[in-house]
């Protein structure tokens, strides 16, 4: 808990911010020169589908389909992503990690902890890319391990990044009123 405490008054404000701008920069350039042409060469399966395919027979029906371009695109993107990855929880922990601090009390230590969710989802996404490499390596004998960790990764993964997403908005809506009832 020292260390969530500590986060109260460290990083700086303007660090923080840097680094949220960093994370966008980061996050758009990758979706846009990366990601969204990768996509569009796909034909009837994603790279979501892949993440939440939880059997070895759909993990290798989906990697049938995309044929070897398409395997060899998407693990491009998964490399991609380890960088998408540093963007992404850039963004969340200093977002809510600037809201938190204009919080008071205890939401402000519920705020606290929640920054920490963001660095939690990123982690999941590490674990869920190693499993979907590992899976590309070996398109026609694919582990159920493999698939099952991936799907599940990645459902914590958006599921603490929904929470987080929720927080910020939620903080910042709390934010707002009592600005304008200080008015």
């Known amino acids: 808990m020292v260390f969530l405490n500590k986060l109260k008054n460290t990083p700086k404000d303007k660090l923080l911010i840097l680094t949220t701008i960093i994370g966008v920069v980061i996050v758009i350039l990758i979706y846009f020169l990366v990601f969204v042409p990768i ?105 159920s391990i493999n698939s099952f960790t991936a799907s599940l990764s990645a459902t914590f993964k958006f599921g603490f990044l929904i929470a987080a997403i929720i927080f910020f908005v939620l903080a910042l809506i709390i934010l707002l009123i009592k600005k304008v009832k200080k008015k």
């Open 39 to 143: 996509e569009a060469t796909l034909n009837d399966y994603g790279i979501l589908d892949f993440e939440f395919a939880w059997t070895a027979e759909r993990a290798e029906a989906i990697m049938l389909a995309w044929g070897p371009n398409g395997r060899n695109k998407q693990n491009l993107a998964i490399y991609w992503d380890f960088i998408f990855i540093i963007g992404y929880v850039s963004i969340a922990f200093s977002l809510n990690l600037l809201v938190s601090r204009r919080l008071d009390g205890k939401l402000q230590n519920f705020g606290i902890f929640m920054t920490l969710l963001g660095t939690i989802s990123g982690l999941f996404d590490v674990i869920e890319n190693i499993n979907l490499l590992l899976m590309l390596d070996t398109p026609t004998s694919v582990s």
